[in-house]
């Protein structure tokens, strides 16, 4: 074991200490090397440094560099390096933190993290959270909460007895809605398509003026960092008429609501702690391995209600049972990281991050201006639109710079335009690697026909 995993730290270092300097997409010839782990299921057992090795060997070449400085597609963060460090020792330690008596240490640091996150990201105190593994199963969760909450003051015990026969709930999206919540919404019996849709603003807002009515059995979806432009919804607004009629509001929060985290961004966020819950990711934005996100709830009996499950092996403790709180039994330890995040960077290191970051993109849409490219969004924290001109030419240089290697971005269509995302999520971007990245998306840019 000791060699072993003396290897398996000199890889990483040595994987970490090259990032920087690696082609951001992998090469054509590392993907091709992927067909080496195309081996007939083995006989016998391996020697593990042996097992280790390969997947040094044929592995670490075709990763994409995300945990890197130049890669700005999607919306992705780097590993702090206290979280790396800290995900390695929970590892070793390997608990399941299904309930407390599995793991009074994972269990313990989710409740510490818990208590940081309710006054960085300004919740409600007594707000209570489902570790879970990205924001699509946070809104899932959270979702699932407002759904037992809704028709259980109309009566209707919906966990016992499900959707057949329950009175009808309104659920209310925007037209910028992240699909991941349209998703959510199917698999809790709410349907896809059996909901209101409210038109947009320029920025991608909900245009609260055309909100419909609202009552006590309406579920409203409001967004706090839209996947493209970054712009939220005006909860103020909202959250009062939810409020005025006794609706549920949930807000999809995956990066944006860690703007609540910077005193300059905090502003973008005002209302949203009126809401009733929050999907908010970890491995993005705060910048802790993959996966972890939260979803908050800000009544614990209505997480409970959703949530709890109980048979005679599974005895629930004092303690908040996480069990008892979230989709799954078994899981790991995913407070860990989020602690050691928190622990690692303070108040003012969450802000810097913050702020770091959507100074790297506010500058990016500066250069690109100046450059003679159009940036399509108003660029409020960390997402940037770009056009290279109409939507085939623009594509053909998302092309080139994913070829290019430099750095990566993707592509999307904004309201009719096609255009390249660049999203700064990662503490690990420097202003050099800002700058060499707009070197070079603009000298490709131009060379592109
Ligand atoms: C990324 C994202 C999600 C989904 O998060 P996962 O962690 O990938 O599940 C949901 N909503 C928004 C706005 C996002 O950016």
Known sequence: MNELLHSALQR???????????????APEALAALSGFERALPDGPTDPGAVLAELDELGSPATVASAGGRYFGFVVGGSLPATTAANWLATAWDQNVAMDVLSPVGVRLEEVALKWMIELLGLPAGTTVSFVNGASLASFTALAAARHALLRRAGWDVEARGLYGAPELKVVVSDETHVTVFKALALLGLGRERLIRVPVDSQGRMRVEKLPPLDNMTLVCAQAGNVNTGSFDDFKEIAARARAAG?????????????AAAPGRRHLTAGAELADSWAVDAHKWLNTPYDAAMAFVREPADLRGAMSNNAAYLKAGDRREPYHHGPELSRRAR????????????????????????RHAARFAEGLS??????????????VLVSFGDAERTKRVIAAIQADGTLWCGGTVWQGHTAMRISVSSWATTSADVERSLAAIIRIARTTP
């Open 335 to 358: 407070g860990v990281e989020v602690w050691a995040a928190l622990r690692s960077l303070g108040r003012s290191g969450v802000a810097d991050l913050i702020e770091r970051t959507c």
């Open 12 to 26: 990483s270092i040595r994987y970490l200490e090259t990032l920087p300097e690696r082609r951001v997409a992998p």
């Open 247 to 259: 609706a549920w509001l949930h807000i999809d929060g995956a990066f944006g609501l860690w703007a």
């Open 370 to 383: 100046a450059a003679g490219f159009i940036v399509l969004n108003d660029v409020v924290i960390n997402q």
